[in-house]
C-alpha cells in the first residue's frame, strides 16, 4: 500500500537553530508533494507544494523543501527558526494511480521550538 | 479566503448516539472530504465526495456514514458512536485542478468524545 513515512514524531529546537523535517513516501510513479502546518489551535494550512519543475520548492514563512526522486524524499528546511514555528508539521502525497487522486498523510512531526 | 467551517470545535456524547457533524464551505468547491486525525496516524481520509449527492469511500469508512445535499454542504454521521471513535475530525474542501494538483482547505476541527 501507499505510505508516507515521517521519520521523526517529536523534535525540539532553541529559536535560531536549523531544521530538517524528514519525508519519505512509497510509491514508484508520478506524485505531487505537500507539507501542511497545524499551528496550536488552529486550522490546517497549506506550507507549500510540489507539482513539477524545480524540485527546490519555497514556501510560506521562509520554509522550503527538495524533492529528490531517486530517493522518494521530499524534506521540509528552514534555515532558522522562531519560537512561531512551534506545530504540527505533516507530509502528504497524491499518488497518480489512476480515479481520484487522493491525498495520502504522514503521520506528523511535532515541532517544539524554545525560546 | 477560503473559509471552511465546522459546526462544533468540541462535541461529548454517550456510546450508541447518533452523531452528527456538519461542514460548511463558501467557495463553491466541487471537492469536500472528512478526515479523522489521531495522535501517531496522522489524518486517514474517511469520505470524500466529488459533486452533490456524490459519495465515496476512504480508507476507513466502516462505522461512518456522509451526506451531501446541498454544494457547500458535507455532513458526516456516525450511527452508533462507539469509543473508539473518539478523535479530531477535520473537513476538508477543494476544487479540482488538474490531476492530483486541487489543494485542500482544512475547517478548525471537531474534538469528538464518546464516553
Known amino acids: 500500500a501507499q505510505s508516507v513515512s515521517q521519520h521523526n514524531h517529536h523534535v525540539i529546537l532553541s529559536e535560531a537553530a536549523s531544521l530538517e523535517l524528514g519525508c519519505n513516501y512509497s510509491?514508484?510513479?508520478?506524485?505531487?508533494l505537500f507539507w501542511y502546518v497545524q499551528y496550536p489551535g488552529q486550522h490546517l494550512q497549506l506550507l507549500l507544494k510540489?507539482?513539477?519543475?524545480?524540485?527546490l520548492v519555497k514556501g510560506i514563512k521562509g520554509f522550503e523543501a527538495e524533492f529528490i526522486k531517486s530517493k522518494f524524499s521530499f524534506n521540509l528546511r528552514k534555515p532558522s527558526v522562531q519560537w512561531s514555528d512551534t506545530a504540527e508539521y505533516f507530509c502528504?502525497?497524491?499518488?497518480?494511480?489512476?480515479?481520484?487522486?487522493?491525498?495520502?498523510f504522514g503521520a506528523g512531526t511535532r515541532l517544539a521550538v524554545h525560546p | 479566503d477560503v473559509k471552511v467551517t465546522q459546526s462544533s470545535r468540541y462535541l461529548v456524547k454517550r456510546t450508541g448516539e447518533k452523531v452528527f457533524l456538519e461542514c460548511v464551505q463558501d467557495?463553491?468547491?466541487?471537492?469536500m472530504f472528512w478526515y479523522r486525525q489521531d495522535p501517531g496516524l496522522g489524518l486517514r481520509l474517511i469520505y470524500f465526495?466529488?459533486?452533490?449527492?456524490?459519495?465515496e469511500k476512504g480508507d476507513i469508512p466502516e462505522g461512518y456514514s456522509v451526506s451531501r445535499e446541498k454544494k457547500e454542504r458535507f455532513s458526516l454521521i456516525l450511527e452508533s458512536a462507539s469509543t473508539n471513535q473518539t478523535s479530531m475530525y477535520l473537513c476538508?474542501?477543494?476544487?479540482?485542478?488538474?490531476?492530483?494538483?486541487?489543494?485542500?482547505?482544512f475547517g478548525p476541527g471537531t474534538r469528538l468524545t464518546v464516553l
Open positions: 476538508a474542501s477543494s476544487d479540482p485542478g488538474l490531476a492530483g494538483t486541487d489543494t485542500q482547505y
Open positions: 510509491y514508484g510513479g508520478t506524485v505531487n
Open positions: 510540489y507539482f513539477s519543475g524545480d524540485p
Open positions: 502528504a502525497v497524491i499518488p497518480f494511480s489512476g480515479g481520484y487522486n487522493k491525498l495520502i
Open positions: 467557495m463553491d468547491h466541487e471537492n
Open positions: 465526495s466529488y459533486d452533490v449527492k456524490m459519495k
